[in-house]
C-alpha cells in the first residue's frame, strides 16, 4: 500500500533489493525494554537515560544533538548499523546489508505536544520503530496534511522517498529507533536532504 506502511510490530522477510518493501503484519518477537518518561522528566533526564540505555546495550554513539526545539537525536556508529537494524528491525531483509549500503541509524527523541516539520526527502526513505513512549504521525502523497495517527509501541513504519511527513509528540517523550534507505547510494542523503513544507519554528 502507499502512504505511509505500518507494520504491525515486524517486516515481511520479502524486502527486494530495490526497497519496494512488500508489508504484512506479524507479532513481536521481540519484545524490548520500553522506555518512557511523562511530560514533567527533564530534557537532560531523557537523554540522559536513553543513552545510557543504549550504550548498555553495546551501541557506541558518535554524535547527538540534545537542542532541537522538538527534541533531538542520537547518532549510531554506522558500523553497528547492521546489529542494530537486527535488534530494532529484526526481519529487515539481508539485501539492506549488502557491501556498501549505508543505513544511518539513529535514535528520534520527540518532546511532549512538539511537532517535527512537514517534511519530505529527495534521496531517502526512512524506517522508523517506536521503542518507548507515545507519538503520532501525519502522511501525505501531497502537501495537504490528512489527520494525525497514532503510532502505537513496536510499531515500525516505512515512509516512501518523497512522502510528505510528520512525527508529533503527544503527552510523553516519544522515543523512535530510525533507519535510512538511501535511494541513490552514490549520493546518500544527509541531513541537508530535506524539503520543509511547514514548520512550527520557523525554519
Do not use: C
Amino acid at each position: 500500500m502507499r502512504g505511509a506502511d505500518f507494520i504491525f510490530n515486524l517486516f515481511s522477510n520479502n524486502i527486494q533489493p530495490s526497497f519496494k518493501i512488500k508489508l504484512s503484519p506479524f507479532l513481536a518477537e521481540k519484545k524490548l525494554n520500553q522506555m518512557q518518561f511523562s511530560t514533567t522528566t527533564d530534557r537532560t533526564s531523557v537523554f540522559d537515560a536513553v543513552q545510557k540505555d543504549m550504550e548498555r546495550q553495546g551501541f557506541r554513539i558518535t554524535g547527538q544533538d540534545r537542542q532541537r526545539p522538538w527534541g533531538g537525536f542520537f547518532y549510531i556508529d554506522e558500523s553497528q548499523a547492521k546489529e542494530f537494524a537486527e535488534k530494532f528491525f529484526p526481519n529487515l531483509s539481508a539485501e539492506a546489508f549488502s557491501e556498501g549500503q549505508k543505513l544511518s541509524p539513529k535514535i528520534l527523541l520527540v518532546a511532549p505536544n512538539q511537532r517535527l516539520s512537514w517534511q519530505y526527502h529527495y534521496r531517502r526513505a526512512e524506517l522508523w520503530r517506536v521503542i518507548g513512549g507515545k507519538a503520532a504521525i501525519i502522511t501525505s502523497e501531497t502537501d495537504k496534511q490528512h489527520d494525525m495517527r497514532l503510532i502505537p509501541m513496536d510499531t515500525v513504519i516505512h515512509l516512501h522517498q518523497g512522502e510528505r511527513h510528520r512525527l508529533i509528540g503527544l503527552d510523553e517523550w516519544g522515543v523512535i529507533a530510525e533507519i535510512w534507505q538511501h535511494t541513490d547510494p552514490e549520493h546518500p542523503s544527509d541531513e541537508d536532504d530535506i524539503v520543509r513544507v511547514q514548520d512550527d519554528f520557523g525554519r
